[in-house]
T-cell receptor
Framework: AQRVTQPEKLLSVFKGAPVELKCNYS??????LFWYVQYSRQRLQLLLR??SRESIKGFTADLNKGETSFHLKKPFAQEEDSAMYYC????????????FGKGTTLSVSS | SQTIHQWPATLVQPVGSPLSLECTVE??????LYWYRQAAGRGLQLLFY??????ISSEVPQNLSASRPQDRQFILSSKKLLLSDSGFYLC????????????FGQGTRLTVV
């Protein structure tokens, strides 16, 4: 069965500090992995996906198949990064669902 | 461009009353459609998803049902609401394909009283 685990409900850091939001997954095949973000009063939206191997708003995430992890990182947090972050997984097979972890609230203070 | 509409934004319903939440997508065809419930501490729980008209997969046994009467219309229903059905419901769509992005509606805040 597919499962996404985000162990931290809340992560509080100071502005300029490094950030790492943890995500572990359970899936026996080749997964598609994503990070979604929800800013206050905004819709849930895609932040980045593992196949793109890109940096968005200074965030990066590397898929580690050995550790079944897809942690989200940013070297220097900004106050505008404060939001709810969800890790999501989907099987690479057609017709399968996109499932999410429980989310981590990131709070960046000055 | 593609858009997703979900309504109503808020809804207060008495226990035992029926429910119908509607979601429509514009600007695309044959989307994968999803209903999620978002709750504090429980994250985004997948309720139903659909890969085509009349094709519904249920992920969690519950008091709710879903239907897809048209290609770009997805409806979440209940015959008799329970207090535990209160929550924030999100509709989403994505195109079939590897790594495609999901787009979310604005959500419906349902309060059962």
């Amino acid at each position: 069965a597919q499962r996404v685990t985000q162990p931290e409900k809340l992560l509080s850091v100071f502005k300029g500090a490094p950030v790492e939001l943890k995500c572990n997954y359970s899936y026996s095949g080749s997964p598609e992995l994503f990070w979604y973000v929800q800013y206050s009063r905004q819709r849930l939206q895609l932040l980045l996906r593992h196949i793109s191997r890109e940096s968005i708003k200074g965030f990066t995430a590397d898929l580690n198949k050995g550790e079944t992890s897809f942690h989200l990182k940013k070297p220097f947090a900004q106050e505008e990064d404060s939001a709810m972050y969800y890790c999501a997984l989907r099987s690479n097979q057609a017709g399968t669902a996109l499932i999410f972890g429980k989310g981590t609230t990131l709070s960046v203070s000055s | 461009s593609q858009t997703i509409h979900q309504w109503p934004a808020t809804l207060v319903q008495p226990v035992g009353s029926p429910l119908s939440l509607e979601c429509t997508v514009e600007g695309t065809s044959n989307p994968n459609l999803y209903w999620y419930r978002q709750a504090a501490g429980r994250g985004l729980q997948l309720l139903f998803y659909s890969v085509g008209i009349g094709q519904i997969s249920s992920e969690v046994p519950q008091n709710l049902s879903a239907s897809r009467p048209q290609d770009r219309q997805f409806i979440l229903s209940s015959k008799k609401l329970l207090l535990s059905d209160s929550g924030f419901y999100l509709c989403a769509w994505r195109s079939e394909g590897f790594g495609t992005e999901a787009f979310f509606g604005q959500g419906t805040r349902l309060t059962v009283v």
